[in-house]
C-alpha cells in the first residue's frame, strides 16, 4: 500500500519561511515525478510546483516562482518544498501528491498518490 506524508506546516508571520516534507513509502520513490499543490478554503486546487523523477526538472506556479523552491532527496524517499517570503495568501493546505511518470506533472489528475496534507497559516 502507498502511502503519502505530508509535514512541517505551522503558522509562521509574514516574510518567513517554512519547509514541507513528504515522505512516500509503498512505491519505488526514484521512479516517480512528485508534485505540491494547495487548496484554501472556497478555493480550487492550486498548482504549486512540480519535479521529474532525478530531480533536473522542475516547475512552478506563477503566484509562487521566486519564492518557493522544490526539491527531493531519492536516497531519503522524500521531497521537500522550501517556502521563503510567505504572504499570507500562501494560506492553504498543501498536498503532496505522486505520479508514475518520469517528467514533472502540472494537471492534478495526472497524480496517482496523494497525501492528506499540512496546513500552512501566515499571520500578516
Known amino acids: 500500500q502507498v502511502h503519502v506524508v505530508e509535514s512541517g506546516g505551522g503558522l509562521v508571520q509574514a516574510g518567513g519561511s517554512l519547509r514541507l516534507s513528504c515522505a512516500a513509502s509503498g512505491v519505488t520513490f526514484s521512479r516517480c515525478s512528485m508534485g505540491w499543490f494547495r487548496q484554501a478554503p472556497g478555493k480550487e486546487r492550486e498548482f504549486v510546483a512540480a519535479?521529474?523523477?532525478?530531480?533536473?526538472?522542475?516547475y512552478y506556479g506563477t503566484s509562487v516562482k521566486g519564492r518557493f523552491t522544490i526539491s527531493r532527496d531519492n536516497a531519503m524517499n522524500t521531497m521537500y518544498l522550501q517556502m521563503n517570503s510567505l504572504k499570507p495568501e500562501d494560506t492553504s493546505v498543501y498536498y503532496c501528491?505522486?505520479?508514475?511518470?518520469?517528467?514533472?506533472?502540472?494537471?492534478?489528475?495526472?497524480?496517482?498518490?496523494w497525501g492528506q496534507g499540512t496546513q500552512v497559516t501566515v499571520s500578516s
Open positions: 501528491a505522486a505520479a508514475l511518470q518520469s517528467g514533472p506533472v502540472l494537471r492534478g489528475s495526472m497524480y496517482d498518490y
Open positions: 519535479i521529474d523523477r532525478t530531480g533536473g526538472i522542475t
